[in-house]
Nanobody, 117 residues
Framework: QVQLVESGGGLVQPGGSLRLSCSAS????????MGWYRQAPGKQRELVAT???????NYADSVKGRFTISRDNAKNTVYLQMNSLKPEDTAVYYC???????????WGQGTQVTVAS
């Protein structure tokens, strides 16, 4: 069973930065694609960024040039560096692991990011 624990959310002013972290248990991290998703109130969960096991990245158009996803396989951790934050980035951010063995999807509990002055 994989467990994902996110941290790093909080309240930040527009234009500010935050770094989210997601630590994963288990040995499949290194072979599994990871992703960050977000869900704003009243909206569907949407993809923010993904990183493959070989470090290829993909971003939603709305965050390109502002957010950076990265992974540290030695620490079983994936990061989301968020710069130039906007009020519309306010959401609960979720970490996702897509098992490279079974194809099963695992989710963290979510961390709140609020961008407001």
């Amino acid at each position: 069973q994989v467990q994902l624990v996110e941290s790093g959310g909080g309240l930040v002013q527009p234009g500010g930065s935050l770094r989210l972290s997601c630590s994963a248990s288990g040995s499949i991290f290194i072979i599994s694609p990871m992703g960050w998703y977000r869900q704003a109130p009243g909206k569907q969960r949407e993809l923010v960024a993904t990183v493959t096991a070989s470090d290829s990245t993909n971003y939603a158009d709305s965050v390109k040039g502002r957010f950076t996803i990265s992974r540290d396989n030695a620490k079983n951790t994936v990061y989301l560096q968020m710069n130039s934050l906007k009020p519309e980035d306010t959401a609960v951010y979720y970490c996702n692991l897509l098992s490279g063995l079974s194809g099963r999807s695992f989710w963290g509990q979510g961390t709140q990011v609020t961008v407001a002055s």
